[in-house]
């Protein structure tokens, strides 16, 4: 499953993120990961969600990104869940030039049982087609 958190800038997507990453691990069978590249307080997530910051591993595209992703899946089979706080901004790249990378997360999802949720600084009338899917 692939889910979007989308909204402009100041919406409150992150927070609404860390509170879907907190209510996961309460209940979660397997891991779960939160991705991001900014520096934050952590201290609001909770203690058994491993926090991963790109900035530390030279994350500058999508696909570096999207290696760094397959090489978390193929390092660890327990992981069920991983929230994405910023993909265009880890990336670097627009929404309409990440569409292989979002079919990719889509086979990995499907093939893995992995659930991946996204939040994306954009308004609905503004997400490119492919995306739409992804709404619920």
Known sequence: MIKLVYGPKGFGK???IIDDVNAVAKTAK???VFITDKKMDTVSID??????????????SANAFEGFVKGLIAGNSDIEYVFIDGIARITGSGLNDLEHFFADVKKLSDGHGVN?????SALKEDLPQYLLAYLG
Do not use: Q, S
């Open 30 to 32: 397997g891991n779960v």
């Open 116 to 120: 991946y949720e996204f939040t994306i």
């Open 14 to 16: 992150t927070k609404i």
């Open 47 to 60: 203690i058994n969600v491993r926090i991963v910051n790109t900035e530390e591993y030279g994350i500058n």
